[in-house]
């Protein structure tokens, strides 16, 4: 008989592989076999607090949302997509008749069931339920693992194109070398930014950012003793647009700043840098409560947005991105891990670096072994 083993996060810093029922399909669903996942700083959060904000982890929850697979059934009316096929699983499926869905910012919808947030299960496991439109088949030159990598770059596409507007030419700063960061410089050096600024504390990150997509980085100055992070802030923008050359208006202003790393000094900064009339997109979900300057926010009339996740349009963007060649995804995947080492999989991510000291900025977990 089939199996449907899955690693299943019970509470706080507890784990389990657990059988699970083989969920029933719907006439416009497919199940799909799920072979590679990646972990996202969202699952490390859960196992490690239990919660992210109002989401709290309060019964057993299957783990994961960055997936792609192979189709191992389809419902009665499913044309998109056949069995065999291999796919990108987009990990939200919306309501469809809410005004956001209707409106085309479904990413909105209230009802929306997304992989491993509470209370909803995530795909690390043997099989999946999903949409059939929310699986994506795959261009024969991109792998699986490239399908994984398709929920994060989908958040580069959302916030640096979608909500962002970036279009050729124009200039960029993006706070945060991790994983997300990383994809969206590419998307803005994939839709021909002139200037890619990379900001990050940790110098070899900035190093991989300069190699990978970044055209300048910026490594932020030290604090003093005593100093409050609003005057921090300001004196390390001061330094910055000194060290790079940043104006406020002209040829060397910066048109796009997205924060993708949630620290509260980061973002104040940013609201310096950006030029006047500029837009801010906050994509690193930091603290709740953080002190900004609304005089510049007002002064400048920026365009300060949030980026939830991704939207319509978001994955088939991101897919054509990476099958021309205009991003390539495998420099970000450095550690693999079999589904049987998921836990050691988790620590690596969790602490950023593996056993043998190696830095992680992806690890992908493979599914189970098939029978």
Do not use: W
């Amino acid at each position: 008989m089939p199996s449907n083993p899955s690693f299943v996060l019970r509470g706080i810093d507890d784990v389990v592989y657990e059988e699970r029922a083989i969920p029933e399909l719907g006439d416009h669903e497919v199940l799909v076999t799920v072979k590679k996942t990646g972990i996202c700083g969202s699952d490390v959060h859960y196992l490690a607090h239990g919660r992210i904000g109002h989401f709290i982890v309060e019964k057993p929850m299957v783990l994961g949302h960055e997936s792609a697979g192979i189709v191992h059934k389809v419902g009665s009316k499913v044309k998109s997509v056949k069995v065999g096929d291999r796919v990108a699983m987009e990990p939200g499926a919306t309501c469809r008749t809410c005004e956001y869905c209707k409106s085309g910012r479904y990413e909105l919808c209230e009802d929306i069931v997304f992989a491993a947030t509470p209370p909803y299960d995530g795909t690390l496991a043997r099989y999946y339920r999903l949409p059939a439109d929310l699986a994506y088949p795959l261009p024969d030159n991109l792998s699986l693992e490239d399908g994984a990598m398709m929920e994060p770059l989908s958040v580069g596409v959302h916030s640096v194109y979608n909500l962002g507007g970036l279009r050729a030419n124009q200039s960029i700063a993006i706070f945060g070398c991790g994983p997300v960061g990383l994809l969206c410089m590419a998307v803005a050096k994939a839709l021909g930014a002139s200037r890619i600024i990379a900001v990050d504390i940790v110098a070899p990150r900035l190093e991989f950012a300069k190699e990978y997509a970044a055209t300048e980085t910026y490594l932020p100055i030290t604090r003093q003793e005593g100093e409050t992070n609003p005057d921090y802030s300001k004196r390390n923008a001061d330094n910055m647009k000194e060290k790079l050359g940043i104006a406020d208006r002209g040829k060397n202003a910066i048109d796009l700043v997205i924060d993708a790393s949630g620290a509260e000094v980061s973002i104040q900064t940013g609201f310096y840098i950006v030029k006047t009339g500029g837009t801010f997109v906050q994509v690193g979900m930091g603290k709740a409560d953080v002190t900004v300057n609304l005089g510049i926010l007002m002064t400048k009339e920026l365009n300060y947005k949030g980026s939830f996740r991704y939207g319509p349009g978001d994955y088939p963007f991101a897919i054509s991105l990476a099958a021309s060649g205009k991003i390539d995804l495998k420099p970000l995947v450095t550690h693999r891990f079999k589904f049987d080492e998921a836990i050691v999989a988790f620590k690596a991510t969790r602490t950023g670096k593996s056993e043998d000291g190696k830095g992680v900025i992806k690890a992908i977990i493979n599914g189970p072994e098939d029978e």
